[in-house]
Nanobody
């Protein structure tokens, strides 16, 4: 079982930056694939980024490539999402997620979400 708590959301102007954090409980954090998924009002959840257990492999949605960076600190049981050059269309609730297997793409655990609002 993994318990995830996000923080770092807020209101930012277009072109600005935010860093989201996700603190995870449990001694097996280092064995999980971690990721971020977002959901805008009236839209389905959308994959944003993922990172494998060691941090050696990452994956990004095309819409955020070159602007967002996912990273993790296994000693702190924390995963981060650095978001730069934010756009209005990045406005969404951002969820931290975890799964055991890199290839399945099915997230097993979810945080409660943190709101990111980008003003144009």
């Amino acid at each position: 079982q993994v318990h995830l708590v996000e923080s770092g959301g807020g209101l930012v102007q277009a072109g600005g930056s935010l860093r989201l954090s996700c603190a995870a409980s449990g001694r097996t954090f280092g064995s999980y694939v971690m990721g971020w998924v977002r959901q805008a009002p009236g839209k389905e959840r959308e994959f944003v980024a993922a990172i494998n257990w060691s941090g050696g492999s990452t994956s990004y949605a095309d819409s955020v490539k070159g602007r967002f960076t996912i990273s993790r600190d296994n000693a702190k049981n924390t995963v981060y999402l650095q978001m730069n050059s934010l756009k209005f269309e990045d406005t969404a609730t951002y969820y931290c997620a975890a799964r055991k297997n890199w290839s399945t793409g099915v997230w097993e655990y979810w945080g409660q979400g943190t709101q990111v609002t980008v003003s144009s």
